[in-house]
């Protein structure tokens, strides 16, 4: 069993940036798929980054490329996901996700956060 929680989520002016953290306990933290996703109203939810639990390889999608970056403490078993440059189209539910899978569908993760708003004004 793992719990996820995250923070950091709020209102930041477009072009600002955010950090959010997502805090990890239960089972080995190491051994574990990470991401984040993000929900708008009326959208379903998105793969937004990824960090490999076997070699901390990354994978973004094409829309945060560049601006957003995802890491991870193992010693404090939190994962980070730092955002740049944001845009009002970021604005959205940011979750937290662990999987031993690797995949960038919902549908493989198995333990999820609350979530964290994250507001971009124009």
């Known amino acids: 069993q793992v719990s996820l929680v995250e923070s950091g989520g709020g209102l930041v002016q477009a072009g600002g940036s955010l950090t959010l953290s997502c805090a990890a306990s239960?089972?080995?933290?190491?051994?574990?798929?990470m991401a984040w996703f993000r929900q708008s109203p009326g959208k379903d939810r998105e793969f937004v980054a990824l960090i490999r639990g076997s070699d901390d390889s990354t994978i973004y999608k094409d829309s945060v490329k560049g601006r957003f970056t995802i890491s991870r403490d193992i010693p404090n078993n939190t994962v980070y996901l730092q955002m740049n440059s944001l845009k009002p189209e970021d604005t959205a539910v940011y979750y937290c996700?662990?999987?031993?899978?690797?995949?960038?569908?919902?549908?493989?993760?198995?333990?999820w956060g609350q979530g964290t708003q994250v507001t971009v004004s124009s």
């Open positions: 239960g089972r080995t933290f190491s051994a574990y798929n």
């Open positions: 996700a662990a999987s031993s899978n690797l995949g960038l569908s919902t549908t493989w993760y198995k333990y």
